[in-house]
Nanobody, 130 residues
Framework: VQLQAFGGGLVQAGGSLRLSCTAS????????MAWFRQAPGKEREFVAA?????????????QYADSVKGRFIISRDNAKNTVYLQMNSLKPEDRAVYYC???????????????????WGHGTKVTVSS
């Protein structure tokens, strides 16, 4: 297993959670990292992505789905080979299994496309109660 995601759980609407995903250095370095999610009975959808930057997340390009923009923040810590998803103001519709993924061959234009990602972690479940 090259990617491992942590941090899911049960939270009330309006609350926050932070997901973490740790990768091997080989998988993490120079890869775009992303979070996708799949709600019950729905297709997997893009949540957020962050490009590689040798100087850390402050130099990276980030992308967000419209549904999470302004509420979620993706970041990465190169020293820890870890990508984070800070989820604030959670809504019941955010309930899903969240997956992290890595794409070493990315372009900025493809960071939101799940079929471009080569490596996937096991999901972590997020439940939001109303």
């Amino acid at each position: 297993v090259q990617l491992q995601a942590f941090g899911g759980g049960l939270v009330q609407a309006g609350g926050s959670l932070r997901l973490s995903c740790t990768a091997s250095a080989r998988t993490f370095t120079r890869s775009a990292m992303a979070w996708f999610r799949q709600a019950p009975g729905k297709e997997r959808e893009f949540v957020a992505a962050i490009s590689w930057s040798a100087i850390g997340w402050s130099g990276a390009v980030t992308q967000y789905a419209d549904s999470v923009k302004g509420r979620f923040i993706i970041s990465r810590d190169n020293a820890k080979n870890t990508v984070y998803l800070q989820m604030n103001s959670l809504k019941p519709e955010d309930r899903a299994v969240y997956y992290c993924a890595a794409d070493p061959k990315y372009t900025i234009a493809t960071m939101n496309r799940d079929y471009e990602y080569d490596y996937w972690g096991h999901g972590t479940k997020v439940t939001v109660s109303s």
